[in-house]
C-alpha cells in the first residue's frame, strides 16, 4: 500500500477531501522526522514506537581491500510495534493462510 493509497483509504472512510487528508498525512510524517532528528522518541498507543537507536562504534572489514575501517557511533531511526498490534497481525494472517 502507497502513501497515495493510503489517503485515498482515509478520505474514504472519513469523506474529508484527500487534499486536506494528504496534508494532514504529511504534517504528521514531518512531526515523527523532525522529532527524531532532535533525539525524541515518538509512542502511538495501540500502534507501536519510532524510536532512535545508538550504533556503537565498531570494527569492520573492507574485504576488497583486507584492511580494517572503523565505522564511528551513530544513531538510527527504529520502528517497535505495539504488541496489540503484532498480536493483530498474527491471528489475521493466519487466517488468510488458511484461506488460500
Keep these: 500500500m502507497t502513501k497515495a493509497d493510503i489517503i485515498s483509504e482515509i478520505s474514504t472512510q472519513t469523506g474529508i477531501e484527500k ?50 575501517i572503523i565505522i564511528p557511533e551513530h544513531y538510527v531511526p527504529s520502528f517497535k510495534p505495539a504488541k496489540v498490534f503484532v498480536d493483530k497481525v498474527k491471528t489475521n494472517s493466519k487466517k488468510i493462510q488458511l484461506e488460500a
Design 19 to 68: 487534499v486536506d487528508v494528504q496534508e494532514t498525512v504529511e504534517a504528521f510524517f514531518k512531526v515523527i522526522k523532525k522529532s527524531m532528528i532532535g533525539g525524541e522518541n515518538v509512542y502511538v498507543r495501540g500502534f507501536g514506537s519510532f524510536v532512535v537507536k545508538k550504533r556503537a562504534q565498531k570494527t569492520a572489514r573492507n574485504i576488497s581491500k583486507n584492511t580494517a
